[in-house]
Structure formats: C-alpha cells, structure tokens
C-alpha cells in the first residue's frame, strides 16, 4: 500500500541503490523501521511498502519521491534541484572513512593486473555515465595517466554495478570500476564475486550515497524522516537491522561535500580527459 501526501499525490519509497535479491528483506526491515519511528514523529501517512523496480538511475527525482537513496553525482547534475538531503550513511566496508565512499576497480583474480595504468587498452565496463563511482570517480582517477588520449581498449555501459561483476568473472570484460559498498554486499552474499575477483585499487573518495526525499515533501515530514533516521543509525534496538545492511551509522548530511563531485569532473575535463573512452 502507498501513501498519500496533502496534496493527494501518492508517495512513493524505494531503496535502489543497493537493491540486490538477497538484500530485498534487510531493505524492506530498514524502511519498516523509518516508517514507525517517523510515524510516532506525526507522519503516518507514509508508504508501508518499497517500490523495488525503481532503477538505481531514473529520468528524475519526482514530487511523488518521499523517501529513496540516490548517487551523489546525479544530485548535481540530472537531478539538481529536484532533492532534500535526508542523512548520509557510513557504511562498515572497505572503501568507507565515516561518511564516505568510494569506488574501487576490480579486476578478476588471476589478471596480471597491478595498478590503474596496467589497464590501458583493455575492456572497460562500468554502469551508467550518471554514476559517480562507475564513471565520475574512475574518469578523474584515469584523467591523471591517459595524458588526455583515449585510454581503454573499449568501453561498455552496463546499467548495474552487479552487472559489472558478472561480466567480469564470465570473461566478458576485464576490468570496471563498482561502488565499494555494492562490492562489499556482492562479496558477503555471492561468494564467486569473493572468489574470481579482486580490487586493483581505489579511487579517490567522495561522500555516501545520501538518502533524500523530493523538494515537494512537506516539511513535517522531512523533520519526521531525518529523526527516524537519526534513530536507526545509531539505537541498539537496530543493531542488527545495521549489520544486515553493512551500515555503521547514519549522520546528518554535508551539502557542501556533494559539490566536489563537480570539481571531480571539471578537474578531468581540464586534464583532456572528459569522458571514459
């Protein structure tokens, strides 16, 4: 069932970012747990259910949006304008300093592979051009050794960062660059990712995935939503719901951090190196 604002739109909550089958229970436990803490804060009109066909990356951020995480780069980009930042989580995976992310390159276990320039000329796949960590991140960490000359042998967009994987352990690819908190979960519940890959090194680092809600929301229940969130990340009540999800905490988000993504991109434009190629 959904919920209903106001203005008689109907909600909509999803958690897409990491929306792996074997997480969908953990991720439906999570909202459950927002939704009665922010209902005993004066919203309890929200969705009792995840909408779990949202993609990672849709065309926009709509009123309807009540609550859902999304890449950090699309939000200055294709979504700027369209989102209130909710919280920004801090994950228990390799690749996270507190609030912070990154992406990490990986390659299977037996490539002869041992930094970043061994790559050149090889087959590249990585999820979407809106992505931060499949493409923003790896583009500025490449920009530095392509010397503004295309770098990969090829490159191939995917539309999932589980999808990298799988083309990467079939042969099909030999290298990409996935979100290190995705990599963790693929690793902790689909252990050939564990055991026909490995990361060849990381990138720099950029602040979490954030959750938000659209700019339409009423503003008592972004208050409702953020002190829920609060709870959650850090009651011993749901200890275990974190360690389901790998999350360590969730904090009150930095809009200035997300601005660097920007610096990211213009920091590889300006080194002739504007797009993966």
Request: net charge neutral.
């Amino acid at each position: 069932m959904q919920g209903h604002g106001t203005s008689g739109v109907t909600m909509q909550a999803s958690l897409p970012m990491y929306n792996l089958p074997e997480l969908r229970a953990a991720n439906a436990a999570f909202w459950t747990a927002v939704r009665h803490i922010a209902a005993g804060e004066g919203s309890a009109d929200l969705p009792e259910t995840l909408d779990v066909d949202r993609p990672a990356v849709p065309a926009a951020i709509e009123p309807s949006v009540v609550f859902s995480q999304v890449c950090g780069y699309p939000l200055q980009t294709i979504f700027h304008g369209q989102a209130i930042l909710l919280g920004t989580p801090c994950y228990a995976a390799f690749g996270c300093d507190g609030p912070t992310h990154t992406g990490i390159f990986v390659v299977r276990r037996d490539a002869p592979y041992q930094t970043v320039a061994d790559l050149a000329g090889i087959r590249f796949v990585f999820n979407s051009i809106h992505s931060n960590s499949g493409m923003n991140l790896p583009r500025r960490t490449i920009a530095d050794i392509a010397g503004g000359h295309s770098f990969f042998g090829s490159v191939r967009e995917t539309d999932g960062h589980p999808r990298n994987l799988d083309r990467l352990i079939a042969g099909e690819a030999d290298a990409t660059c996935v979100d290190c908190v995705t990599y963790a979960l693929c690793c902790r519940h689909r252990p050939v990712v564990a055991q026909e890959t490995r990361v060849l090194a990381t990138t720099a680092p950029s602040p979490s995935l954030p959750f938000v809600t659209s700019v339409a929301t009423p503003p008592r229940i972004v208050h409702a939503l953020r002190a829920a969130l609060k709870r959650v990340g850090s009651a011993p009540d749901y200890r275990g719901l974190r360690d389901d999800l790998m999350l360590a905490a969730i904090v009150p988000p930095d809009q200035a951090a997300y601005s660097r993504l920007l610096d990211y991109e213009r920091e590889s434009v300006a080194l002739g190196y504007p797009r993966l190629i």
